[in-house]
């Protein structure tokens, strides 16, 4: 009988919100990323505070664990991340997740589930856009569910490669 595995090899992955706006949202890719390793990267300005009490019902007591950096703006991130291999996720641009190759120390990175990513950081990072495939004419999945299957995407990748 095969063994099934059953933790996560340590990882160098990142996922980045960008103005986030909904606390629970937040709250749920928060344990999202305690339970994989990931770290979490917050871009300012974000649409509550982070004492909010429906980010910490949705994180509930995973918070403490969680790896979290908070950038001021996207010129912050960018410069943060110079050396870092960004993966702009949005709907329906650019290759499918399938297609992309995914490499530990990459980062993830969202918009806020009202704008998105700015036209011009996409403009910046036009090669690396990504998108989940999904049935035609269909609206997009929430930012929470859209990191979870692109991050879980990501580390089936560096696993099957032996480097995650």
Same mark, same amino acid.
């Given at each position: 009988?095969?063994?099934?595995?059953?933790?996560?090899?340590?990882?160098?992955?990142?996922? !980045? @919100?960008?103005?986030?706006?909904?606390?629970?949202?937040?709250?749920?890719?928060?344990?999202?990323?305690?339970?994989?390793?990931?770290?979490?990267?917050? !871009?300012?300005? @974000?649409?509550? @505070?982070?004492?909010?009490?429906?980010?910490k019902r949705s994180a509930m007591d995973y918070w403490p664990r969680l790896k979290l950096t908070l950038h001021d703006d996207v010129a912050a991130l960018e410069t943060?991340?110079? #050396?870092?291999?960004?993966?702009?996720?949005?709907?329906?641009? +650019?290759?499918?997740?399938?297609?992309?190759?995914?490499?530990?120390?990459?980062?993830?990175?969202?918009?806020?589930?009202?704008? +998105?990513?700015?036209?011009?950081?996409? &403009?910046?990072? &036009? +090669?690396?856009?990504?998108?989940?495939?999904?049935?035609? +004419?269909?609206?997009?999945?929430? !930012?929470?569910?859209?990191?979870? !299957?692109? @991050?879980?995407?990501?580390?089936?990748?560096?696993?099957? #490669?032996?480097?995650?």
């Amino acid at each position: 009988m095969t063994s099934l595995l059953t933790h996560l090899r340590a990882h160098h992955l990142k996922v !980045v @919100l960008v103005e986030p706006r909904i606390a629970p949202n937040v709250g749920n890719i928060a344990r999202l990323c305690v339970t994989t390793g990931t770290e979490l990267h917050l !871009v300012r300005p @974000l649409g509550f @505070l982070l004492s909010d009490a429906k980010l910490k019902r949705s994180a509930m007591d995973y918070w403490p664990r969680l790896k979290l950096t908070l950038h001021d703006d996207v010129a912050a991130l960018e410069t943060a991340m110079a #050396r870092t291999r960004l993966w702009l996720c949005e709907n329906g641009e +650019g290759r499918s997740i399938w297609q992309a190759d995914f490499a530990d120390g990459d980062a993830l990175v969202f918009g806020s589930e009202t704008a +998105g990513l700015p036209a011009d950081f996409i &403009a910046r990072h &036009a +090669g690396r856009l990504v998108h989940i495939p999904q049935a035609p +004419g269909e609206r997009c999945l929430n !930012v929470s569910t859209a990191a979870g !299957v692109i @991050l879980m995407e990501s580390l089936r990748q560096l696993h099957a #490669r032996g480097t995650g």
